[in-house]
């Protein structure tokens, strides 16, 4: 408001009211009487002048300084808080969580309108020129190797206090190998795919053909995963797996290779109008599968602290 006052209004008063221009009057100005002179309004500046090359050269100055102060923030807040030191983000996000239980109790109790005003005037008193030279002249040196070995101890404690959860997810992958039967006894080559392709399944009822890798080396863990077993194993469960995606119309090994086969693929007169098509009696197997499941376990994958892989950088 104070601003306002005496650095806008008061000039644009007396831009309206100017005083006289002869020296020969003795009275003193008071600005009374009528409005002497039109109101100074802001005009753009023409862009070939003196002032709009100014003005430019301040707006880029103004976004230079905008810009390291972003660059600034994001280093000293950003670098802290995103986990890429796993340690010090945990010990800030815990600091955080109990200082907010805090205030969620003591709030009402801490004088917020004195500790605002004690900072705002420090934040004034921090300008003046005595105690500009009041804090040059203080010796550095024993602030400096206190925060040396507060540091230290901080380092000390977040390696020793802070515990993380060093010990990778684990997850069990599964995955399907398929084979369609070719004729009586003989079966076309594998396929291995995310999915049994029963009867029920849309990709069999769109008539599409699955899809896989054609050999277990083929298979690829998740993104992000790795292999944590070094072999397939076979799920000797069967009649579980088919129970829990409810898929009917198989039959099921439950001793043996462990195969789900096709049953009931084609009606009597589907199978009746095969054999008229063909001129044969014998059954047409082009729809005929059958599916066994294999799992493997998998780890997450480990990102590596950046402080021990800089040391495994440097010592290679």
């Excluded at 221009?21 to 309004?41: D, I, K, R, W, Y």
């Excluded at 102060?69 to 670098?79: C, F, K, R, S």
């Excluded at 462990?258 to 197997?285: E, F, K």
Aim: aromatic share 10%; proline share 7%.
């Amino acid at each position: 408001m104070v601003v306002c006052i005496f650095f806008i209004m008061e000039p644009a008063f007396i831009a309206r009211h100017p005083p006289p221009s002869s020296s020969s009057f003795l009275e003193m100005h008071t600005g009374a009487g009528p409005a002497s002179a039109p109101p100074v309004t802001v005009k753009p500046v023409p862009e070939a002048s003196k002032d709009f090359f100014r003005n430019m050269r301040d707006l880029q100055n103004s976004m230079e300084d905008f810009t390291l102060a972003h660059d600034g923030i994001v280093q000293l807040i950003g670098t802290r808080t995103n986990f890429s030191d796993e340690r010090l983000s945990t010990l800030i996000y815990q600091s955080l969580f109990a200082f907010a239980l805090l205030l969620l109790v003591a709030a009402g109790l801490i004088p917020w309108r004195f500790l605002a005003l004690v900072s705002g005037w420090a934040l004034v008193g921090s300008f003046h020129p005595k105690i500009n030279q009041l804090i040059a002249n203080i010796d550095k040196k024993p602030l400096m190797d206190a925060y040396l070995v507060a540091k230290a101890r901080l380092k000390r404690w977040l390696q020793e206090d802070i515990v993380l959860d060093e010990v990778p997810q684990k997850r069990e992958v599964e995955v399907f190998e398929l084979q369609q039967q070719l004729g009586e006894g003989t079966w076309g080559p594998r396929l291995y795919g995310v999915a049994p392709y029963d009867l029920q399944s849309p990709t069999r009822i769109a008539s599409n053909v699955p899809k896989g890798a054609a050999r277990f080396e083929d298979v690829q863990p998740p993104k992000g995963w790795q292999w944590n077993a070094k072999l397939w194993r076979l799920d000797l469960q069967s009649q579980q797996w088919v129970e829990e995606r409810m898929i009917t119309s198989v039959d099921v090994e439950t001793d043996g290779e462990r195969w789900v086969y096709d049953t009931g693929s084609q009606s009597p007169a589907q199978a009746a109008l095969n054999a008229i098509v063909d001129g044969s009696n014998t059954h047409n197997h082009d729809d005929i599968w059958r599916r066994r499941r294999w799992t493997r376990t998998v780890c997450r994958k480990v990102m590596s602290d950046p402080e021990q892989k800089a040391k495994s950088e440097s010592k290679t």
